[in-house]
T-cell receptor, first 111, second 116 residues
């Protein structure tokens, strides 16, 4: 069985500041890890994913995440927040054919 | 536009009503999913269909009844729901459900359901 924990259900950042969203997972097999973003009134969209290979993965809109096996983490970062980054972000882990989502982190960007 | 269309976008129903949610994907995918998104809870997988066969049912109450007539369409029939069933219901699709194939889900915009 696998699980995903996202620390902080809400994060507030200033425009231009670093965005850091934390995700920790547990999995009994090597995981595939994902970040999805949900803009208001829309479904989820894939932001980035880690399957194998390089542990630092880059996604759309300037986001990136680093897989750290020793810390069982897959934190999402963006160096400089933009107003359009206001959304809810979901970390997910897939082991086998089951995809498990975290509880989500809502990002508010202040001007 | 993700290629997954859900209707209606909003639905209000009484506890004795019968209604259906519809999902259609134009991506040629073989797998379709229903997820429930409630406030303050993680996304919950409800049902998975692969090639029109239900392959997963996550202990969902029988008042939710899925139907997958073909690989492009997925329905969720609702009957005698409870107020706690109010949530955003998201449909998703993927190429398949095998290990290498369902790496990416494509989601619809969801149906916001309110049960009075």
């Amino acid at each position: 069985a696998q699980s995903v924990t996202q620390l902080g259900s809400h994060v507030s950042v200033s425009e231009g500041a670093l965005v850091l969203l934390r995700c920790n997972y547990s999995s009994s097999v090597p995981p595939y890890l994902f970040w999805y973003v949900q803009y208001p009134n829309q479904g989820l969209q894939l932001l980035l994913k880690y399957t194998t290979g390089a542990t630092l993965v880059k996604g759309i809109n300037g986001f990136e995440a680093e897989f750290k096996k020793s810390e069982t983490s897959f934190h999402l970062t963006k160096p400089s927040a933009h107003m359009s980054d206001a959304a809810e972000y979901f970390c997910a882990v897939r082991a086998g054919n089951k995809l498990t989502f975290g509880g989500g982190t809502r990002v508010l960007v202040k001007p | 536009e993700t290629g997954v269309t859900q209707t209606p976008r909003h639905l209000v129903m009484g506890m004795t009503n019968k209604k259906s949610l519809k999902c259609e994907q134009h991506l040629g995918h073989n797998a379709m999913y229903w997820y429930k998104q409630s406030a303050k809870k993680p996304l919950e997988l409800m049902f998975v269909y692969s090639l029109e066969e239900r392959v997963e049912n996550n202990s969902v109450p029988s008042r939710f009844s899925p139907e997958c007539p073909n690989s492009s369409h997925l329905f969720l029939h609702l009957h005698t729901l409870q107020p706690e069933d109010s949530a955003l219901y998201l449909c998703a699709s993927s190429q398949g459900v095998g290990n290498a194939k369902n790496e990416k889900l494509f989601f619809g915009s969801g149906t916001q359901l309110s049960v009075l």
